[in-house]
């Protein structure tokens, strides 16, 4: 069992950046995606990066790539999600997901309860 806990959401302005984090519950995550999904009210959830926990490996969807940069601390069992140039469509509830395979859909294996992004024009 993985216990994952975000942190780091708020509100900024459009331009602006935020550092989200993920604290999971304990090592041993090397067979991992580590990833991050998106919700906006009334949309599906949405892939936005993952990180291969054993070799840092990335892959992020087109919507973030150039402006979000996902980074994880083997020493922390902590992941990152440095997001700038952030635009009002980013606006949505963050969330943390754990798999042993690389998917973009959200059927990963465990997941945060999620931390609320709000970025104003």
């Known amino acids: 069992q993985v216990q994952l806990v975000e942190s780091g959401g708020g509100l900024v302005q459009a331009g602006g950046s935020l550092r989200l984090s993920c604290a999971a519950s304990?090592?041993?995550?090397?067979?991992?995606?580590m990833g991050w999904f998106r919700q906006a009210p009334g949309k599906e959830r949405e892939f936005v990066v993952a990180?291969?926990?054993?070799?840092?490996?990335?892959y992020y969807s087109d919507s973030v790539k150039g402006r979000f940069i996902i980074s994880r601390d083997i020493t922390k069992n902590a992941m990152y999600l440095q997001m700038n140039s952030l635009k009002p469509e980013d606006t949505a509830v963050y969330y943390c997901?754990?798999?042993?395979?690389?998917?973009?859909?959200?059927?990963?294996?465990?997941w945060g309860q999620g931390t609320q992004v709000t970025v104003s024009s």
């Open positions: 997901a754990a798999n042993r395979l690389l998917v973009t859909r959200p059927s990963y294996e465990y």
């Open positions: 990180i291969n926990w054993r070799d840092a490996g990335t």
């Open positions: 304990r090592g041993a995550l090397s067979n991992y995606y």
